[in-house]
């Protein structure tokens, strides 16, 4: 299994920036669909996007679609998540997740997950 280190979590006022990154280990990282999910107190953990393995195919959250971008860079391992016009009711805990198959939005679907970064965004 892919281990998933999460950073660049923060606090933020609303209409700010933040770059998300999400670092993996071992040599198979370009194997795997690459999902970000976010889980504010007291709600279900929810998806966000998601990068497919060659970086090629990206989608998006309704809620975040035209202010948030997924990349990955498969030579340094690692998947990004750029947030920009940020606002309050985007503060959660944010994770990484690797699946091999692209496309699936359900949480329930992802067996490997990093720890997860605070992201707040003040009003």
């Known amino acids: 299994q892919v281990q998933l280190v999460e950073s660049g979590g923060g606090l933020v006022q609303a209409g700010g920036s933040l770059r998300l990154s999400c670092a993996a280990s071992?040599?198979?990282?370009?194997?795997?669909?690459m999902t970000w999910f976010r889980q504010a107190p007291g709600k279900e953990r929810e998806f966000v996007a998601t990068?497919?393995?060659?970086?090629?195919?990206?989608i998006y959250a309704d809620s975040v679609k035209g202010r948030f971008t997924i990349s990955r860079d498969n030579d340094k391992n690692t998947m990004y998540l750029d947030m920009n016009s940020l606002k309050p009711e985007d503060t959660a805990i944010y994770y990484c997740a690797a699946r091999a198959s692209f496309g699936s939005r359900s949480w329930r679907d992802f067996g490997s997950w990093g720890q997860g970064t605070q992201v707040t965004v003040s009003s």
């Open positions: 071992g040599r198979t990282f370009s194997t795997y669909a």
């Open positions: 990068v497919s393995r060659s970086g090629s195919s990206t």
